[in-house]
């Protein structure tokens, strides 16, 4: 299985259009040792002519076109990105899907409560039904093992499988409360673990930090691309950018007491790799002590284009 990060951002990227934070504005002067970023997309594929797209987001467009496996190849009868697999309804994850309006047939894989949100509230997302045949959306079930490409006979290994963990996020602030208070809570955030032989992959760009069971499907896999959002629960506080916390919006910190980097982990194999850097996010500047903390704790710091095959 190949993953690739084809955006490494939290929303509004790095640098954002209207911010003035010390990383945003150093970045802007040339005098950051930093990357850009867009903002967070990965492409995973199980075998080179099927690609499966991790949310989509606002800069798809333009990642797309950034990758050649993700073009359609010469004399082909079409792109080779086969479904979406959405981790919630943020505006981050969806927005990006008016950009494959352009009449191909799309499997959306997302939880009901996602569904109607997009598509009984959100007529502009109607356009994706004029393909032929039309976009279809597939239910995720939660906590059980589903094939998204199924063997290719019965008994061998080589299918193509996820798991649905729900991770007890909160529903995006655009949803009415009159729907809201019809959807279940569960179905609001999602972890993906993505499962190919015998190799797993964990993608929670979005990590509430609640019970356990994301961290033992963490645990179970050979990479892991966690919530790399905020440094600090009072980051946006200091930037002022807003009052809310880290934990309010749904993100654990990496830094403190109950961090990202506190968690017990199990050791062993498991790759650790921070993604969706927020660009307050001080560990964006390669010269910080906060990235040497990251890269000391042996993590990786996810950057646009970087690669995994496992
Ligand atoms: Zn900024």
């Known amino acids: 299985m190949r993953v690739k990060v084809l955006g490494s951002a939290a929303g509004g990227g790095f640098p954002q259009w209207n911010c003035i934070c010390a990383n945003c504005s150093a970045l802007r002067l040339g005098t950051l040792k930093a990357r850009p970023r867009t903002q967070a997309q990965v492409a995973v594929a199980p075998d080179p002519s099927k690609w499966f797209l991790l949310n989509a987001s606002p800069d798809l467009r333009q990642q797309i076109n950034a990758t050649p496996e993700l073009i359609p190849p010469t004399g082909s009868r079409g792109s080779p990105i086969y479904s979406v697999i959405l981790t919630s309804a943020d505006v981050d994850c969806v927005m990006g899907l008016l950009h494959l309006r352009e009449f ?5 894989f997302c939880t009901v409560s996602v569904r109607r949100i997009l ?39 080589d299918g193509f499988f996820y798991k ?59 990479l892991a691309f966690l919530d790399g959002t ?14 809310r916390t880290a934990r309010e919006m749904g993100h654990m910190p990496v830094w403190g007491d109950r961090g990202l980097l506190r968690q017990p982990f199990r050791l062993g194999k498991t790759r650790h790799v921070l993604i969706h850097l927020n660009n307050t996010n001080p560990v964006l500047n390669e010269d910080s002590p906060e990235h040497r903390t990251v890269r000391d704790a042996g993590w990786e710091i996810a950057y646009d284009g970087m690669e995994f095959q496992l």
């Open 230 to 243: 905020f440094w600090r629960d009072d980051e946006l506080a200091l930037a002022k950018r807003s009052r």
């Open 119 to 157: 598509t009984e509230e959100n007529s502009l997302f109607r356009v994706l039904t004029r393909s032929n045949p039309p976009v279809r959306w597939e239910t995720m079930p939660l906590d059980r093992l589903m094939p998204l490409v199924p063997p290719s006979s019965p008994g061998t290994k």
């Open 164 to 222: 649905a963990v729900p991770l007890m996020g909160a529903f995006p602030d655009y949803v009415s409360d009159a729907l809201r208070q019809s959807l279940p809570p569960e179905e609001a955030v999602l972890g993906l673990q993505l499962i190919h032989k015998d190799k797993r992959f964990f993608y929670g760009p979005s990590l509430p930090g609640i019970g356990e069971e994301w961290r033992r499907t963490v645990d179970e896999s050979d």
């Open 104 to 108: 191909q047939p799309l499997h959306i």
